[in-house]
């Protein structure tokens, strides 16, 4: 008897009723086994961020894996990664996890020895380890969303936390309702976590807003960029915009797919790593680091970050475009996020349902578009050089299909 995929241990995407074998990638498109070709809108959730097998990116990780795949201690290509990170302030020291999920829990660790407080406040999606915390709500709909309190899983059996381990959540992205967690909890709380994504929802300066805040009140605030490092800028929002938080997270798109994620500290909070014991047998792993080093590298020389903001410009243009021009603007918005590195496509009441999202999502599918819906879609700097073209009224065509002689794809919107 052979072992099956469990369902949700991967990322399922379903077509005409059967769930998609994917088998290989290029560029921007996914392939099944039989050849079935796929425009990926998802990336792996993001971290994709140069492209499927993209031939410098194999070849220079692989040169860097030549040397072996893990030590007893962090090698010389860590401390090359660490060299030349971001100058950004006040950091000076990073530890190195597989997943921000282990990062955030790390940050929060290390904080609650320097504060010796142990509450929480969340603020957007934190990893799936804050699920065993409490259970998560639905952080990618708009504040005013009644939606947005709904708790997922609600009866999930969890380890819970309670007493001075008390987690909060601050849903409404006002600052007077984080000020009022911060007075009315205070004797409790020692960190602040922040899904710096929630800056699409509203807009940056409540984020710093947040962090002036979390200093004034002695509060720990971590600036969790997992989505939008490597998206907006290496090191995300708190790079691009100078903040000035006390620890970031960084993952995702950093190392193209790879497994990896950092915690960013002040050099002086480096020593808690150690005495807190943070890390694990694969923070030593050098692929994931290997990846990173050659991602920021190809970003560089590519001109990654000053693509973004015009790709995403024109794929807005154009799906607004189609949208209008199928007289669905009343049902559908869109606009381009994370610094043009996204697409949020968006649905109306009563559409906004999770039957609705898979059905606009499997309309997609049937003009073999893989696409999120109330969550990013997302580009990469090797797609689409030449951008989307409104072909007629409704079509979209991906103009680097003809340098590279694909076969022509006119994709239905």
């Known amino acids: 008897m052979s072992f099956e995929v469990a369902p949700r241990s991967i990322a399922d995407f379903h077509h005409r009723g059967r769930r998609l074998r994917l088998d290989s990638g290029s560029g921007p498109w996914l392939f099944e086994a039989d050849g079935t070709r796929w425009l990926d809108l998802v990336c792996g959730y993001g971290p994709v961020i140069i492209g499927h097998s993209d031939p410098e990116f194999l070849t220079l990780t692989s040169d860097h894996m030549a040397k072996g795949q893990q030590f007893a201690s962090c090698s010389t290509l860590h401390e090359m990664y660490a060299e030349g990170l971001p100058d950004i302030w006040p950091m000076g020291s990073c530890a190195f996890f597989k997943t921000s999920s282990e990062a955030v829990t790390a940050a929060v660790r290390i904080s609650s020895r320097l504060t010796s407080k142990k509450g929480v406040v969340r603020c957007g999606f934190t990893g799936w380890h804050d699920v065993q915390q409490s259970p998560r709500i639905a952080w990618h709909l708009m504040p005013q969303s009644p939606e947005r309190v709904r708790k997922f899983v609600p009866n999930m059996t969890l380890r819970g936390v309670s007493g001075d381990e008390a987690v909060f959540d601050w849903v ?4 007077d309702s984080l000020e009022e967690l911060l007075n009315r909890h205070g004797s409790l709380i020692g960190t602040v976590v922040v899904d710096t994504y929630q800056e699409e929802l509203t807009d940056i300066e409540l ?7 979390c200093k004034r009140h002695d509060v720990t605030i971590v600036l969790d960029e997992t989505k939008t490092s490597g998206r907006v800028a290496e090191m995300g929002f708190t790079e691009q915009k100078s903040l000035q938080p006390d620890m970031v997270v960084a993952g995702k798109a950093i190392a193209n797919g790879a497994p990896l994620s950092l915690l960013l500290l002040p050099r002086h909070l480096g020593q808690y790593v150690e005495k807190n014991r943070v890390g694990g047998t694969h923070s030593k792993e050098r692929f994931g680091v290997a990846a990173a080093v050659v991602t920021r590298e190809l970003m560089s020389r590519r001109q990654g970050y000053e693509i973004f903001p015009v790709l ?3 794929w807005e243009i154009t799906y607004r475009r189609a949208i209008e021009s199928l007289d669905l603007s009343n049902r559908v918005t869109v606009h381009s996020v994370l610094g043009g590195a996204g697409l949020d496509l968006r649905l109306a009441a009563p559409d906004d349902t999770h039957e609705g999202r898979s059905a606009f999502q499997g309309a997609f599918a049937t003009q073999g578009i893989l696409s999120l819906v109330g969550h990013p879609s997302f580009f990469d700097t090797g797609a689409y050089p030449g951008g989307p073209r409104l072909v007629g009224t409704t079509r979209v ?12 794809a006119d994709v239905m919107i």
């Open 172 to 175: 409404d992205l006002r600052p």
């Open 397 to 408: 065509r991906c103009a680097s299909e003809m340098e590279n002689q694909h076969r022509p």
């Open 312 to 314: 995403g410009k024109t």
């Open 207 to 213: 984020i710093r807003t947040a962090v002036d805040l």
